[in-house]
Each structure stands twice: as C-alpha cells, then as structure tokens.
C-alpha cells in the first residue's frame, strides 16, 4: 500500500496492559524480510532478528522498497485469569494492529487464522485492521505457559509489514466479549416514504451462538436543541442466523439531519451496545420537467483532435438539441445532444445551444475554444478507486457509464475513469502494455463509453509498478500513451507510487521529471487526454504541476470516508488554492459520498449527511476535479441530489477557474470566499464543531460589502436576510454554501 502522507492518529498501542482482561502484544515483536517454514516454529531462535516498532512498516526500519514476505515473531504468556474473568469463555481473540497487505497467523506452529478472513491466497492484497477469533479449547494455545506467535506477511507493493494506522491500531489478546460479534447493521438506505416520512430498517446480527434477550432503546434527538423527538423501547432477542429487525417511520419535516440513537441491552450479561446515525435531508429542489441547459460555459480542446462533447441538459425526455455557430469540422446529433468532429483553427468560437422538449425551449449561450489549454474547468466524472479498489473490471466501468447517461450527464457528468487494476502481469513481447483478464477489450470499452457521449480515463504509473503492485509504465512511457491513444484514452491519472524503487529521495527536478516524461509522451499522441498528476502533494506541486503541463494535481495523500480525513484535506487547502487557474486545478482526492470501499464490498461513506454536504461544498468552492468515488449502480436518493444540483455544479465549474481563499479560520468554524466570472461570489460558512453554530458576515466586511442579494446555493432560493448581513445557524459539520451577487 502507499504510504499515507498524513500520520493517523495513534492511539492505544505501547502501552503494557496490566488488567486482567487482555494481554498487551504491543512490544517484543522480531521480523525478518524473506521467507522460512521454519520461522512458524516455536524452538526457531529468533534471535537474529532485528527488534519491530509497530508504529513503522518495513520499509521504514531499514528494508526500503522492500516487496515480499516477511515474518514478525512474539512471545506471550496467555494466563487462564483471562477465561476465569470473562462472562463469555468460548473464545480469544488476537488483535493484531494492521496489516500491509496480507497474513498467516501461527501459534507455537500452528495454523490459527489467515488473510482476514478474506479467503484467497496470501498474494492477494487485503491491507488492513486484522483480527483472529481462537476457540480457547483450541491445542494450539498454552495457557499459562509462554507461547510463541508467528505471523508471515506478504507485501504486494508500497508499504508492507505489520503497523498501526487508523485502519487498527490495537495489539493484544482479549477474551471475546458478549457484544463482540455483534452488530448494529444501520446500512440499508433510508426510504423516502409518503406524506413526508422517513423509513428504515436496522438489524441487530451476531455470529454468535449465544442467544441475545433484552430491550433496543431507539432515540431520535435534534442536536440543535436537545430535544426528543422520538423514544421507543422494544424487546429484542436475536442469535446466530436470526437477526433482529427493527423498522420505524419518522417524519421529515424540517430541513436538517437528526441524530438517531440505537442502543442493546442484554438483560443477563447487562451489556449494551450503541449505534448512531444521522437522517438524511434533501436540499436540492425537486427536478423540473422544464428544459434547462447546465454545465460549465466553455470547454476546450485542441486543433486536430477528435472532439467529443455532450450538450448538459435537464427536463423532460425527449429533448431536441440545436447549436448555432459551431466551428466549421463540428456536428452536433439534434437526437443526443452529442458534438463530434474535429476543428482545425485556433480560436475561441462562441455558440449558442438551444434545446427543446415538448414543455418549451432553452437558450444558453457557450464557448468552444480550440487551442492548447484542455480541461478548462474542472473534471467532472466518476473514478473507480473509492468504490471498486483493485476489484474494478468492465462490467463495472459499463453500468457506471449507464448510471452517468441515465442520471448525471444531464449536470454535466463527464469522465468514467479506472483506476489501478486494469493491467496484467507482464507486458507483451513487443513491449506493448496488455489488460488483465478483468478488462477483455480496452478499445470495445472505449468506444461504449464515447458512444454514450462520454469520456473514459486510465490509471497508470511512471514506476515499474502501480500503487496496487501493477505494470506502471517506467521505460514504456511512449509506447503506453500510444497505446492510450489507439484505445481511445481521454484522461490519465499518472501516480507516483514504485517509482520512488527509481528515485528513492527525489529533489525538485527528481519529483518533476517522471511527469514530464510522461507529458512528452502524451504530446505525441493525437488525442485530447487530460493529465493528472497523482504524487500526494509532494514538493509543493501546486506551485509546478501546472507548468509540467498537469491539467490537475493531488494535493494531499488518500481520502477516507470520515470527518477526519475529508475535513483535515479540505480545510488544509489554504496554500494551494491560489494556484488553480483554467486548465490546471487541485486535486484534493476523490468524492467520499454514497456507497464506497476500495475493494468488491461496499459500505454507506461513513460521512454524516451534513459533512456529506460540507465535502461537495468544499471541494466546489476549491475547484476541484469532482470525481465521484461511488458505485454508481446504487446512487440512493440523497447521494443523487447531491451530484445533481447545478447552482453547487456552476460554482465548481465557474470559467474564472480560482479556488476559494480560507477568509475566516476559528476554532469552530471558518468562512471560505471563491470569486466567480460574472462578479458574484461563492462563499462558504462552514461549522467545523459538533454543536450547532451561528457564523455570521457584517454587513461591512469587504467580503460581502456592496453585495446585496444572497442565494442559498443548495436550495436554489433567495435568503431573506436582516439588515444584510449574512448571518445562518449551521449545523455540526454542515455548511451554508451561498452566491452573493450585486
Ligand atoms: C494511490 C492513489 C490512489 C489510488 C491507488 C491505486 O494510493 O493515491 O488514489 O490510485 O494508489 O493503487
């Protein structure tokens, strides 16, 4: 895995546990790079090997670009006092902090537990929080006697060992609890029922044989004021293989989240576990039958190149498409809205597209400019990483492409880009770049993708292998963007990842180099493909990725879906900011909203509706790339309304291309101000506390002195506002995003 840039916070490992309910394994820990049968053993003298700080990975402790196996060894005294003080004694469980990317678990030789769980072999990457359940009868543990833990480690790429990281930062050996094993399963979507009403379902759901009995208190509280909206109590009894459900319907009158409490108690042990959620709220206004043509106001592209672009338009199918004034090498289908062709001069050449359905028609006047400059406003697409990982394959770009023309490309919705894990193993004999199984034909996947209108992107890397231990394209960079280009390839997103085995500590010209290869390369290739450069922020490259020829550049190391991560990105964006122009943005990461996971299982963006509405504020406000991190085949209803408000889309999209300046910076919230083309300007009053609060602008601050009319950009509406100061009670990491215009 990459080395995440931002340190997770690191919390309980270290600390030698005296308590009569775990054994600390967080020191005492050997390893050794390579590979040995013989280092399960418990009479194996280790004593070699060199001693593990588990807050480093290997690379770290002297093994640097080290990809392989390893193995980790620990000795443990596991004391019966353990069993005796646990209301259950079925079982153990070993808490092994995180592992880089995946394990076999041995004790005094034995086999206990292997890939997470996971299944598959040990080659196959499975990064992350581990933890073993072990039978206590299981012969494989000593009790009271000193017993030696083995653990072999495989690292497909990047980082490898075993570390804490916000992923699981815990080391020690427990008994298994009574909620252990129990959850509350909060992850069906919310229905939007009729009359206003909000529905769901939970369960509670165990592997445990143990038979649950006991009450589920649920709780819906606003956090504004404290007050209990909502309390019910319910016997619940549930075991292995018959979950409990429980289903409510609450009413959503107001426009604001809620906070849900779910909380079991067993009645014999006395144990509880808690849940808590947020409601959703739609801000978006409902879609209108009527014609409307949304989107940026200009996009580039350059002379004697395919061009493809797709007229956004929403409003009650079918429309009709009309364009005046389309650079002569252009045609635009009247039936699909889509203009393809090629323009051979130089210019900006303003047009005016007009569509019509049966309820009326539109006018919206537009700029093609056909020169060197691309990506003129922010991309706006979808990526596979943030949902699919690795497990990313054709039918899933396909129904993702279906989802953006069925439902996104009428706001504007652009890009369906792969991400890592399209390669195959080797390289052909030519040299040639080939797909893995996964993805059977490249150029058929392309020309779908560009038949439905749309833009297809690629991933590669300028090291020998990817982040995800793929073919990266280090001395193959001209043949890659050929065969990029013979595929049809609109975008590609360069990451930095093995080629630090090339540099391993790269001076400014060492960070800038790789991509200016790469930038050669894919100027010899005639196609328009946007070039995203992907090396977590390194060397400042806000102030360089744009003269290396980026048209975008990430500013910071991976998204996860929390509050920490999106806001600890979003808010740090002060000193980039400045730097994004037309053509070249920052890339603060991908979207966190709707149903994510990196990999084939998906989980709800663990974001509250509210942070939810922060992110896509924030990130237009910075104008990033807004690449959707989703699966776009289960866009639910909120997740919708959020990618489908185009006064939020505009002020992403807006022509001057600036990103927002941090105006106000205090402990409980900050203000953000981005100047739009035509005079007006996107500000944004964000709470960053967990308590309601009002966050106000004076009328007289030069922010929005002179500016008289303020519009609630979510919910397309005029605020009414005292005295014209722009005054708003905003909820616990939400936001009021508003245009201020003379
Ligand atoms: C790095 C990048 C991610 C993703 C993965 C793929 O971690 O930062 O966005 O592309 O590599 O392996």
Redo the contacts with the bound molecule.
Sequence with gaps: ??RKIFTMLFLSAGVLSASAQEVSLSKGWKFAVGDSAQWASPTFNDQGWQAANLNESWEQQGHPNYDGFGWYRTKVVIPSSLKNNSFLKDSLRLNLGSVDDNDEVYINGKLIGKYGGYGGTIKDGHYGARSYTIAVNNPAILWDKENVIAVRIFDTGGDGGIYSTGHGNVFNLTMADVMDHVTVNTGADFEYGENNSLNKSIKLVTTNKYLYSGKLAFKVVDPENGTVLYEKTNDANFTSGKPFTYSFSIARLAKRSYAITYTFTDTKSGKSIVKTETTPYVLTPYPSAKVKINGADVFGARPGNPFLYLIPASGKRPLTYKADGLPEGLKLDANTGVITGVVAQKGDYPVTFTVSNSLGAKTKKFTISIGDNIGLTPALGWNS?NAWG?SVNDEKVRVSARAMIDKLSQHGWAYINI???WEAENRAADGKIVTNSKFPDMKGLADYVHSLGLRIGI?SSPGPR???GFLGSWQHEDQDAQTYGDWGIDYL?Y?W?AYSEIVPKPDLPGLKKPYQVMRGSLDKVHRDIMYSL?Q?GWGDVWNWGGEIGGNSW?TT??IEDTWQSMSGIGFRQGDAAPHARPGHFNDP??LVVGKVGWGPSLHNTRLTYDEQYTHISLWSLLSSPLLIGCDMGHLDEFTLSLLTNDEVIAIDQDALGKGASQYVKKDDYQIWVKDLKDGSKAIGLFNTSDKYQTISLDKNDPAISGYTKFRDAWQQKYIITAGNALTAKVAPHGVLLVRVEK
């Design positions: 895995m990459i990483w690795l991400d890592d894990g991933y990817t982040c995800g997103k990451d990842c992907c977590y990430r190391g991976d990461d991908m």
